[in-house]
Structure formats: structure tokens, C-alpha cells
């Protein structure tokens, strides 16, 4: 098969219209800092649990599959949006977070049951330890980080919402000069 045949695609879950709304508003009020940061559009964040990167359109059912493991022990849980912060580190930024806290061990859990269930299909594994997290932009230049900094330090600590895991994801990622256009391949709902 060629290259081009591969899908770019990740599992996530969707993280609602209101915390998107707060993200919006915490992007506003970072923006201000001036820092060369390209800023995710509020709409194209996720809760990323597993990016597996270019697949071939074959292992999208074998992706669904490990999805539907997953998500048949789980019930659907709150998770709460609250600070900022920098990876890998403040000297050295490369992303620009928004942390995630209430529902942190399940998603913890339910990152590791459903890493077993896509290298049980031969779907490899990641090669980071998951840090749960909303990317909400990414640095491109060291210019203007200490007002960011700056600008993020009333923010920790904050709540910028809470929203209700209801299933995973799979999204089909198309990259343009604009920013990533996502498109829903599966979906995998938990249990009620």
C-alpha cells in the first residue's frame, strides 16, 4: 500500500460546547501576552487519549474494535477542566495545556485498557506516558514567553468547566496551512 493511503487519525473524547466556550475565553486573555503561540481554534480541542498517527483504512475496524473494549467497562464519568501549564517544562515550552482533574484516575484507566486493547491488534503502543490534558496552542518561538508566563499565573488554579465523558472518538485529522480539520470515523459510546 502507498503512504498516501494512510489516514492520519487519533481517539479522543469530546470535551462539550461550554468548556470550549471557557477556552475560548482563557485563549483571549493569553493572547494578550503577544507570545508567538499558534492557538488551537476552541472548537478543534479534544481530549486526545491515544494519537496512533497514519493508519491504513483496514485498521480503522481493528481501531473500533479496541474502542468498543474500552468503552464496554466504563460508565460515562464528570471530568473537570482547571490551570494551565507548559510541557515540556517553562524554560523549554513547546505546548500550552489546560489541565485536567476530577475524573483524572479514570481516564488513567481508561487510557491503559484501551492501550491493551489496540497492541492486542497490533496497533503498536505510544511511546509517551499519557498526561492528561486539553492542548489548547503551541509554541513556536521563544518570543514574548515571559509574558506568557505572566499571563498565566492568575489562571492556575482556575475552573474552566467540567463535561461528561460519554465514549471514545476516532477522528480522521487532516492537516492545512489553517490548522487540522477533524472528521468523526467511529464512535464508541460507554455503557450506561
Known sequence: MTEEKKIRSFIALDIGEDVRANLDKLQARLKRSQADVKWLRAGAIHCTLRFLGSIYPDE???AHQAMIEAASGQSPFLVEVRGVGMFPNTRRPRVIWAGLEGGKELLATLFQTLEKSLFARG???TDRPFQPHLTIGRVK??????????????????LYGTFQAEGLTLFKSQLHPTGAIYSVLQEAPFLR
Do not use: T, V, W
Not at 145 to 156: F, G, R, V
Open 60 to 62: 480503522i475496524e481493528l
Open 141 to 158: 518561538s521563544p518570543r514574548h514567553i515571559d509574558a506568557l508566563l505572566k499571563a498565566m499565573e492568575p489562571e492556575q488554579g482556575e
Open 123 to 125: 496497533l503498536g503502543e
